[in-house]
């Protein structure tokens, strides 16, 4: 280009004029001068054009590579990690890739994985302490540009950082629920011994009382004290039996075993275990006025109508009503405990 425009400047503008012809020497000095000068200033241009075209493609690179990192800070999720990074991979190579976890049985890869069977380059997912696993891209013997490959590397060094963040936290997390858990463990014994110790003492003294004096006590006296006795071993069985239900919930061991039951026998069995404990409260039960007969697991069902009584007289003040209703609601039976205590704050609530 340079030179087409000397040559033109002598054939319009130079004496003589029309003709690629030069007599004067100033005029080739002079020629000469704008030769350099257009072979210079068009270095640089292109130069110059050439920068510009790296700054963008480079600005462009930045923009994706943060984006792509600003992503992967806001994933949770092993799968859903994984999948992000094999989208963002196909999105900006236009190549399938697949992603494999030491350990981890299960292979993650995107869908046009099946169509794509020429393994090309493999990178290792490095985590903080380990590598965690590869990626694979499967571009063949294509040859990967610039921008491409730093998407791939950039990828699979997000997908470490961000695997490992998640392995972190479900570690932190495990940790977390061995302390509740050992916290409640511990809480539990505390009311466990609590509990037992009432009833313990009962039992201590009545059944003292009975060997020490026996002889001295009335039929009647030693028929009270043996009922005391039934009725807190009765008591002590039950709660026994809450402690190994509550074990095998925890364990996913707990099993129903329904049978026709009537619900005036359940019910009548439930308030038969409460006389001790209701301790001048009156316990209105209202049933319904035909007999209902329905598949239950009865042994559970009082269990749970004798725990929720229980409880109702632990929060209610003495010489108040406990009422148990049982109502029919379309094709079920509902049991229902009310009482009169202060009720659950709406803090815990």
């Not at 002079?30 to 068009?42: D, H, I, P």
């Not at 466990?192 to 006296?221: C, I, N």
């Not at 404990?277 to 039960?285: D, F, G, P």
Request: glycine share 6%; proline share 2%; charged share 25%.
């Amino acid at each position: 280009a340079s030179v087409a425009g000397v040559v033109l400047f002598d054939f319009f503008f130079t004496e003589p004029r029309y003709a690629f012809l030069i007599y004067s020497a100033v005029d080739v000095m002079l020629l000469l001068f704008f030769l350099v000068t257009a072979v210079v200033s068009g270095t640089i241009t292109s130069r110059l054009q050439k920068q510009i075209s790296i700054s963008h493609q480079s600005e462009l690179t930045a923009r994706l590579l943060y984006k792509v990192a600003e992503d992967f800070l806001h994933i949770t999720g092993k799968r859903n990690i994984i999948l992000r990074g094999i989208k963002y991979i196909y999105d900006h190579t236009g190549y399938a890739s697949r992603v494999i976890l030491d350990g981890d049985d299960q292979e993650y890869f995107s869908e046009q994985y099946a169509q794509s069977d020429r393994e090309g380059l493999t990178i290792p997912i490095q985590g903080v302490a380990k590598q965690m696993g590869s990626l694979t891209l499967y571009c063949g013997r294509d040859e990967l540009t610039f921008q491409q490959e730093l998407v791939v590397k950039t990828v699979a060094t997000q997908l470490g950082a961000a695997l490992d963040r998640e392995y972190s936290y479900r570690e932190r997390e495990e940790i977390r629920v061995a302390m509740e858990r050992e916290r409640l463990r511990s809480t539990l014994l505390r009311s466990v011994a609590h509990d037992l110790r009432t009833p313990l003492t009962a039992l201590t003294g009545a059944s003292s009382l009975l060997t020490d004096k026996f002889e001295q006590l009335s039929l009647e006296e030693q028929k009270k004290l043996a009922a005391d006795i039934s009725e807190e071993m009765i008591w002590l069985a039950n709660f026994v039996e809450n402690i190994l239900n509550m074990t095998r919930i925890g364990e996913g061991q707990l099993f129903l075993h329904k049978e026709d039951e009537v619900v005036d026998d359940v019910v009548n069995e439930a308030t038969s275990h409460m006389s001790r404990i209701l301790k001048n409260r009156h316990l209105e039960v209202s049933l319904p006025n035909e007999v209902i007969s329905l598949p239950m697991d009865g042994k559970l069902v009082v269990q749970v109508l004798v725990n929720l009584l229980d409880n109702a007289v632990k929060h209610t003040p003495l010489e108040s009503c406990i009422d148990l209703k049982v109502g029919i609601l379309g094709n079920d039976v509902v049991f229902e405990v009310c009482d009169n205590g202060n009720g659950i704050a709406e803090d815990i609530m």
